[in-house]
């Protein structure tokens, strides 16, 4: 006869593998701002994507394993593009799409022997700030929403106390990735406390923008962001230079800002259809 184990016992394991697996990944960032929603994931890879577009106005965040949340990713943008077709478009919400997700990952905890790896958020940004919807779904199918910001996967306890200091209502899209900024380099979430551009992937629902809301932000936007996130830093640090030192010289000129466009791709490109299957946990 089969070892007998409790139907709790099993709950528990299945909890405990689930939740060792995404946390051995590193944390992201979901925060709303006074224009939009900002998403802010520590990524290196340019191809394998932790952020992608879902609808007109809604927006996908993952961390754990990439081959699990990338087909959750394809079955979001499916169940969108079929509801919308059938219905009407106002009909897709992200209040929908995290239960169709939620249902999913509540089966797949519940009767596969392995729970998949993976924690998500789903955003859509509203015409007003109040409209805004942030929903978290871990793997076992719970879903919670989240008014202002979250962070989920890795050390996120330790990231979203820290995000929580930085956070307020109505701020600047650069004040937000200076929050998220400081957030994701808190001691704990990793090794690595200082990030370069190469070494984030960084989106934005944006509330202005009619149709398709989602934009990438890269290259010269993306440097400018963290520029002035590091100059926010350094100024609302205290003065440790000694009584009566000499002041110090002033800095450089900075830089001519960049006078291509402010984000990502051509309005009418697409991110939904890129990545590449895989396992590689991201």
């Known amino acids: 006869m089969p070892f007998y184990v409790s139907p709790e016992q099993q709950m528990r394991d299945k909890a405990d593998y689930a939740r060792k697996g995404v946390a ?3 944390s992201c960032v979901v925060l709303e701002y006074a224009g939009g929603i900002l998403m802010v994931a520590p ?16 927006a996908f965040a993952a961390v754990g394993r990439y081959n699990e949340y990338e087909n959750l990713r394809k079955a979001g943008v499916t169940y969108a593009d079929i509801t919308g077709y059938q219905f009407d478009r106002h009909d897709v919400t992200a ?3 995290a239960n169709y997700y939620a249902s999913n990952l509540g089966t797949i905890f519940t009767e596969s022997p392995k729970p998949w790896e993976v924690e998500i958020v789903v955003a859509e940004v509203g015409t007003q700030p109040d409209d805004d919807q942030i929903y978290r779904i871990t793997f076992d199918g719970s879903v919670t929403d989240e008014p202002g910001f979250v962070a989920f996967g890795g050390q996120a306890d330790q990231v979203s106390a820290a995000l929580k200091e930085h956070y307020s209502e109505g701020m600047s899209l650069s004040e937000a990735f200076a929050a998220a900024l400081s957030a994701l380099s808190a001691p704990g979430n990793g090794e690595r406390t200082e990030f370069v551009a ?8 944006e509330r ?7 934009r990438r932000i890269r290259a010269a936007r993306l440097e400018e962001l963290m520029a002035e996130a590091r100059s926010a830093s350094d ?15 002033p800095s450089a000129p900075s830089a001519p ?22 396992g590689s946990p991201l």
Not at 208 to 214: G, N, V
């Open 24 to 26: 051995r990944g590193r």
């Open 43 to 58: 990524n290196s890879s340019s191809a394998l994507h932790k952020i992608s577009e879902i609808y007109d106005r809604i």
């Open 95 to 97: 209040r929908g799409i």
């Open 198 to 205: 190469s070494q984030l992937e960084v989106a934005i629902l």
């Open 208 to 214: 202005a923008r009619d149709h398709r809301t989602f």
């Open 235 to 249: 100024a609302a640090e205290p003065d440790s230079a000694p009584e009566g030192s000499p002041p110090s010289s």
């Open 257 to 278: 800002r960049d006078s291509g466009p402010a984000t990502g791709p051509d309005p009418s490109s697409s991110d939904r259809g890129t990545g590449l299957g895989g």
